[in-house]
T-cell receptor, first 115, second 111 residues
């Protein structure tokens, strides 16, 4: 079966623009996570979905960031008024359930560059 | 706030050497994950452990819950082991599996 997929793989945009990043989790995985990884750093948590609801969005840096998962499968991370500091690799991961002892399967990431 | 620290940040070895990467975390956890990330590639889960020791091929992971410390060992290292190795802690309770990551250890194995 297919793993976690993310599109686009690369996104270059200009400061102030709006972007959407998509994540297709593994079928049947109820838990979905978004992380952000800056160059030379480990990933940082952004938001966690259990089913359709955002159970924990404490990692979103500010209100320019928003994510949805309307049908409990595909998720979209939306960034408004992009800033140069938003440049990073955005990673999506899914797991069967949301628990620390469940293996998380990561997508290849979307590299976002804000000029 | 849980903090995860890895050492060393960079590690260079000759093929065949025994490798150890260390990970310390600051609060109690439910599980400790070891992950591998190749340049330009995605992240792959290597181990998930909550106690004791796990082995997979040439890779061994250990954890000491009392000391809040975990190690990843690679025996008979090979150039294809070159990658970034990341440990991540998963707290219990209401954290829903949210992972806190170390900064990663860049491993380069020369032939």
């Amino acid at each position: 079966g297919a793993g976690v997929s993310q599109t686009p793989s690369n996104k270059v945009t200009e400061k102030g623009k709006y972007v959407e990043l998509r994540c297709d989790p593994i079928s049947g995985h109820t838990a979905l996570y978004w992380y952000r990884q800056s160059l030379g750093q480990g990933p940082e948590f952004l938001i966690y979905f259990q089913g359709t609801g955002a159970a924990d969005d404490s990692g979103l840096p500010n209100d320019r960031f928003f994510a949805v998962r309307p049908e409990g499968s595909v998720s979209t991370l939306k960034i408004q008024r992009t800033e140069r500091g938003d440049s990073a690799v955005y990673l999506c991961a899914s797991s069967l359930q949301g628990a620390a002892y469940n293996e998380q399967f990561f997508g290849p990431g979307t590299r976002l560059t804000v000029l | 706030k849980n903090e995860v620290e890895q050492s060393p940040q960079n590690l260079t070895a000759q093929e065949g050497e025994f490798i150890t990467i260390n990970c310390s975390y600051s609060v109690g956890i439910s599980a400790l994950h070891w992950l591998q990330q190749h340049p330009g590639g995605g992240i792959v889960s290597l181990f998930m452990l909550s106690s004791g020791k796990k082995k997979h091929g040439r890779l061994i992971a250990t954890i000491n819950i009392q000391e809040k410390h975990s190690s990843l060992h690679i025996t008979a290292s090979h150039p294809r082991d070159s990658a970034v190795y990341i440990c991540a802690s998963g707290a219990g309770g209401t954290s829903y599996g949210k992972l806190t990551f170390g900064q990663g250890t860049i491993l380069t194995v020369h032939p």
